[in-house]
């Protein structure tokens, strides 16, 4: 069991994750208790707020105890034995019960770490639930991931592509994730590295996953990757476990608006990811499950992709952003002035924005033939459909190249 920070109840610090994680284990001793037992009524919700009936739920838990020396109940002695679930009987509880006595380090209403309330509420805690954790800039309880979860997500990154090196980060990430908050983190499908057709795929998908175009993503280049919080089993306020929730956290957050509960999660993983421990970088703000290998300040993706297509193809390229989009020019090959292609979806797609006169104009700046050279036949429309698809061939090229790309 994760142990408190600091005192909740009457008079404590009561910080709102203390206060969650203390709710639920009363909320789960009152579920789990043995049948017969007159005692009190604790929590049938939580909410990390210490108010009147948590104040009231420990006084009672408190009351259900050795401490009220009328009480007939007692907390168990290391010699009571528990029943299969976890709960000790009535008989056990009967015959370990002892004299109450006013050096008994508990307080009335108040839960300290390590005080004999927080013993008696871990050692009534049902097995099940004796893994409860919580953030510490949270109020969401859950329960710990499991060392099979965290090698099967250890297994599934050295399946994926990735460039090496980043791969141990990742791996590294993962690894510190589990041990500083016990929860096993997965790389989100499409993820990892993402060849060109899967960036415009998600691109053009309608759910918003991306603004980059294929060769505009960090992800194309096997150095960035997307964690998530699949199979995370967190506690719903009435009690149910969640058993099913997304890498995405749709079931904490259902309309992906990244709410406080959901953020706090996403800030713990990108700290874990940028310590020293794993030594990676955000990347966009508002791309909560996304690291990468480099500090991208600075770092212009047009003219990075640019420089690739120049570097892998038979073509000069350059870049320019006009909101929302990064536009491409390229001088045909031809090593003069260089023309208007189109975002990369277009040219990726065969569609680059390319015409007849654009193309006149570029042949006109470009070198001439040489002495005994053939003459230039007369460029035609058909001309321009053949370079659309030689331009997207080029694309082709830069993909089948990532590895060679740099974010300078």
């Not at 099913?244 to 509960?261: G, S, Y």
């Not at 470009?366 to 459909?385: C, E, I, M, R, S």
Request: charged letters at 20%; aromatic letters at 8%.
């Amino acid at each position: 069991m994760q142990m408190i920070s600091a005192s909740v109840g009457e008079g404590g610090v009561n910080r709102k994750c203390d206060a969650a994680l203390v709710q639920v284990m009363l909320m789960k001793i009152q579920q789990y208790r043995s049948p017969g037992r007159s005692l009190s009524t604790y929590l049938t919700s939580y909410d990390g707020d210490c108010g009147p009936k948590t104040k009231a739920a420990i006084k009672a838990f408190q009351e259900d105890q050795t401490w009220n020396p009328n009480n007939p109940f007692a907390a168990p002695t290391p010699a009571a034995k528990s029943t299969p679930s976890g709960m000790f009987s009535l008989a056990d509880l009967t015959a370990a019960s002892r004299p109450w006595s006013p050096n008994l380090p508990y307080k009335p209403g108040l839960v300290e770490p390590g005080d004999a309330t927080w013993k008696a509420l871990v050692a009534q805690t049902p097995p099940e639930y004796q893994d409860l954790r919580v953030l510490p800039a949270g109020r969401i309880v859950y329960l710990q991931g499991t060392t099979n979860d965290l090698h099967a997500s250890i297994t599934a990154v050295n399946a994926l592509t990735f460039v090496d090196s980043f791969r141990q980060s990742v791996i590294n990430c993962i690894n510190a994730m589990y041990k500083a908050h016990e929860i096993a983190i997965w790389v989100c499908p499409d993820g990892a590295r993402r060849d060109f057709a899967t960036q415009d795929r998600l691109l053009n998908s309608g759910r918003k996953v991306t603004n980059a175009g294929p060769g505009e993503s960090n992800h194309n280049f096997g150095m960035a990757v997307d964690l998530g919080f699949e199979k995370l089993r967190w506690i719903h306020f009435d009690g149910r476990i969640e058993q099913n929730e997304t890498h995405w956290m749709h079931k904490l957050d259902p309309a992906q608006k990244i709410v406080k509960d959901s953020a706090v999660f996403w800030d713990a993983m990108r700290a874990v990811g940028t310590s020293p421990a794993a030594g990676l970088f955000r990347g966009p703000v508002d791309d909560h499950p996304h690291l990468q290998n480099w500090n991208d300040a600075g770092v212009d993706m047009g003219a990075r992709l640019a420089a690739l297509l120049t570097s892998a193809g038979t073509m000069k390229w350059s870049a320019h952003y006009i909101k929302p989009h990064y536009r491409y020019r390229t001088d045909l090959g031809w090593g003069g002035g260089e023309v208007e292609a189109g975002m990369a979806t277009e040219i990726w797609n065969g569609n680059a924005t390319l015409t007849l006169d654009a193309m006149k104009k570029a042949r006109e700046k470009a070198p001439k033939p040489k002495p005994g050279d053939p003459p230039l036949a007369p460029l035609t429309d058909a001309n321009v459909t053949s370079m659309k698809t030689e331009l997207q061939r080029q694309f082709t090229l830069a993909d089948d190249a990532w590895r060679t790309w740099t974010p300078r």
